[in-house]
């Protein structure tokens, strides 16, 4: 059984919580009528704090991926790692499809069906599955540069990885500057996987992880003001909220590294941390159909911030028994874990 780290534990808890958070206050979010409320305010930050849930799963894959000698084995990793998403990827699909039918969403069609399969899914969240196979994919070829690579070469490769896809759109985006020079050599996702790797092989003491967390802290206020001055009460324009953006990714480093200096210890909430951490897998996978039921029938009459935090807190609690309770049936926890 592999060692636990705790650190990692803590972070893949963590980045479950967000995603939740995220998904309870993004319909809100897009709400022009409630544009300039407080309520729209504080799901601004909320939403640029969440958004770091995505960027801190791929990176804890990096970090455990890139450092395991199995990932050099290319047949062994590809079978093992491959099979552990193919198998949920169909299972949920044809789930989600059913669930969507049931509700009225949509009508009963294999063609639907498989076009929505080879597409991106037949829910949103879904997409997460489709890229981590195309990481996966490349995982051993990384491993074997990153065994070759000192840790100036490393950063070198993760520079040369973001800037297509997320270096260049923040500068044209955030300045009057125009630049074209290449198209992205990597999908934006295989830079935070890189990303976590070079996080957790780098000098972690606490001058630099408080540089970290400035730079995680501007990127927390730059993504917050980018999607303020671009959205107006004739449109919610959320610039920032690409999912490679530079905001998010800065502090989501900020966050991984804080986390490894002062977790490299268990502490007494190890049960907690761990329990949530081993269910986060199934909690993302079937989230989205308990908050849709809870908008649809359990929701109640208040503020949209109280709405939010209603979902957030109905949703995880819900989710993390169905996916604990799955986790328990003999032939149905491989496709939850």
Same mark, same amino acid.
């Given at each position: 059984?592999?060692?636990?780290?705790?650190y990692?534990? #803590?972070?893949?808890?963590?980045?479950i919580?967000?995603?939740?958070?995220?998904?309870?206050?993004?319909?809100? @979010?897009?709400?022009?009528? %409630?544009?300039?409320? /407080?309520?729209?305010?504080?799901?601004?930050?909320?939403?640029?704090?969440?958004?770091?849930g995505?960027?801190?799963?791929?990176? +804890?894959?990096?970090?455990?991926?890139?450092s395991?000698?199995?990932?050099?084995?290319? /047949?062994?990793?590809? &079978?093992?790692? %491959?099979?552990? +998403?193919?198998?949920?990827?169909?299972?949920?699909?044809?789930?989600?499809?059913?669930?969507?039918c049931?509700?009225?969403?949509?009508?009963?069609?294999?063609k %639907?069906?498989?076009?929505q399969?080879?597409?991106?899914?037949?829910?949103?969240?879904?997409?997460?599955?489709?890229?981590?196979?195309? +990481?996966y994919?490349?995982?051993?070829?990384?491993?074997?540069?990153?065994?070759?690579?000192?840790? =100036?070469?490393?950063?070198?490769?993760?520079?040369? @990885?973001? #800037?297509?896809?997320?270096?260049?759109?923040?500068?044209? /985006?955030?300045?009057?500057?125009?630049?074209?020079?290449?198209?992205?050599?990597?999908?934006?996702?295989?830079?935070?996987? @890189?990303?976590?790797?070079?996080?957790?092989v780098? =000098?972690?003491?606490? =001058?630099?992880?408080?540089?970290?967390?400035?730079?995680?802290?501007?990127?927390?206020?730059?993504s917050?003001?980018?999607?303020?001055?671009?959205?107006?009460?004739?449109?919610?324009?959320?610039?920032?909220?690409?999912?490679?953006?530079?905001?998010?990714f800065?502090?989501?480093?900020?966050i991984?590294?804080?986390?490894?200096?002062? %977790?490299? &210890?268990?502490?007494?909430?190890?049960? +907690?941390?761990?329990?949530?951490?081993?269910?986060?897998?199934?909690i993302?996978?079937?989230?989205?159909?308990?908050?849709?039921?809870?908008?649809?029938?359990f @929701?109640?009459?208040a503020?949209?911030?109280?709405?939010?935090?209603?979902?957030?807190?109905?949703?995880?609690?819900?989710?993390?028994?169905?996916?604990?309770?799955?986790?328990?049936?003999?032939?149905?926890?491989?496709?939850?874990?």
């Open positions: 059984m592999r060692q636990r780290i705790f990692l534990d #803590f972070l893949r808890s963590f980045a919580i967000m995603v939740l958070l995220l998904h309870s206050i993004s319909g809100y @979010m897009m709400q022009s009528e %409630l544009y300039n409320t /407080t309520s729209w305010y504080i799901n601004l930050g909320l939403n640029a704090f969440a958004r770091t995505v960027p801190l799963f791929l990176m +804890i894959s990096g970090v455990l991926m890139l395991s000698e199995n990932t050099r084995n290319i /047949t062994q990793f590809y &079978k093992k790692s %491959l099979l552990h +998403i193919a198998i949920p990827l169909v299972f949920f699909n044809i789930a989600y499809f059913i669930f969507r049931a509700r009225g969403y949509a009508e009963f069609d294999i %639907l069906l498989l076009d399969f080879l597409n991106c899914g037949t829910e949103y969240h879904l997409w997460y599955l489709y890229t981590i196979i195309g +990481i994919l490349i995982a051993p070829f990384l491993k074997i540069l990153t065994d070759n690579l000192n840790n =100036k070469q490393l950063v070198w490769l993760l520079v040369l @990885m973001m #800037f297509g896809t997320t270096i260049r759109p923040f500068i044209n /985006t955030v300045t009057p500057v125009y630049i074209y020079f290449f198209e992205p050599l990597f999908n934006g996702y295989a830079a935070c996987f @890189m990303l976590g790797y070079v996080l957790s780098i =000098k972690c003491d606490l =001058k630099t992880v408080i540089w970290f967390l400035i730079a995680g802290l501007l990127g927390l206020f730059g917050v003001i980018l999607n303020h001055v671009n959205s107006s009460a004739n449109e919610i324009n959320l610039v920032a909220n690409n999912g490679y953006s530079l905001c998010h800065a502090f989501a480093a900020s991984f590294m804080l986390a490894r200096l002062i %977790l490299s &210890k268990r502490t007494f909430l190890s049960g +907690i941390v761990t329990t949530l951490s081993k269910a986060s897998f199934g993302y996978l079937t989230h989205v159909a308990v908050i849709d039921i809870i908008t649809n029938y @929701m109640i009459d503020s949209p911030i109280v709405c939010s935090a209603y979902i957030f807190a109905v949703a995880t609690a819900v989710s993390f028994v169905i996916s604990f309770v799955l986790g328990k049936i003999k032939y149905i926890k491989k496709i939850v874990s």
